[in-house]
């Protein structure tokens, strides 16, 4: 069954500090691969994506996610954290021509001072 | 210039009644979603519409129909509502293949 992993519920990160969130997946075959951000009371934003290529993939507000096949990852990354990067993250994974996408449980991120 | 909206924001009702969320994208999209969001956060489909037909049908109570009167819309009728049916429904749409783009959510809470 096809499957996305986030195996950090919560992430506790100092404010300046670098970032990485980690996520796994299981699929028949190479997936396309997301990251979206959900703050407090709001919908999903999406921050990046993988279809194909270059398997490290920068998005929006400085953050960036490596695919590496052999460990069927997607981790995300962000070099220097800020305080409104608080919020949850969602790994999603959908198969090519996919009509949807399984999404991971999440990662809840919190910016400490 | 809201690319993809829900309406309400916020839903308290009763169990027993029957309600209906609205979804609209002008996002020239052809594939419209529906998601649950359950209280521990975790994201399911529900509903994929394409060119206004069904396509994809999750293990979903039929108590739950939507309806896409168009390719810009994608509306989700609950019928008896009970209290499991709290959650946050997002309503979501993509061109065929392509990314997924979200709506705000609603908020629905059963009494």
């Known amino acids: 069954a096809q499957s996305v992993t986030q195996p950090d519920i919560h992430i506790t990160v100092s404010e300046g500090a670098s970032l990485e969130l980690r996520c796994n997946y299981s699929?028949?075959?190479?997936?396309?691969l997301f990251w979206y951000v959900q703050s407090p009371g709001q919908g999903l934003q999406l921050l990046l994506k993988?279809?194909?290529?270059?398997?490290l993939v920068q998005g929006i507000k400085g953050f960036e996610a490596e695919f590496k096949r052999s460990q069927s990852s997607f981790n995300l990354r962000k070099p220097s954290v800020h305080w409104s990067d608080a919020a949850e993250y969602f790994c999603?994974?959908?198969?090519?021509?996919?009509?949807?996408?399984?999404f991971g449980k999440g990662t809840m991120l919190l910016v400490s001072p | 210039d809201t690319a993809v909206s829900q309406t309400p924001k916020y839903l308290v009702t009763q169990m027993g009644n029957d309600k209906s969320i609205k979804c609209e994208q002008n996002?020239?999209?052809?594939?419209m979603y529906w998601y649950k969001q359950d209280s521990k956060k975790f994201l399911k489909i529900m509903f994929s519409?394409?060119?206004?037909?069904?396509?994809i049908n999750e293990t979903v109570p039929n108590r739950f129909s939507p309806k896409s009167p168009d390719k810009a819309h994608l509306n989700l009728h609950i019928n008896s509502l009970e209290l499991g049916d709290s959650a946050v429904y997002f309503c979501?749409?993509?061109?065929?293949?392509?990314?997924?783009?979200f709506g705000p959510g609603t908020r629905l809470t059963v009494l």
């Open positions: 979501a749409s993509s061109s065929s293949g392509d990314t997924q783009y």
């Open positions: 699929y028949g075959a190479t997936p396309y």
């Open positions: 993988y279809f194909s290529g270059d398997t």
């Open positions: 999603a994974a959908g198969s090519p021509g996919y009509s949807t996408l399984t």
């Open positions: 996002l020239g999209h052809d594939t």
């Open positions: 519409y394409n060119n206004k037909e069904l396509i």
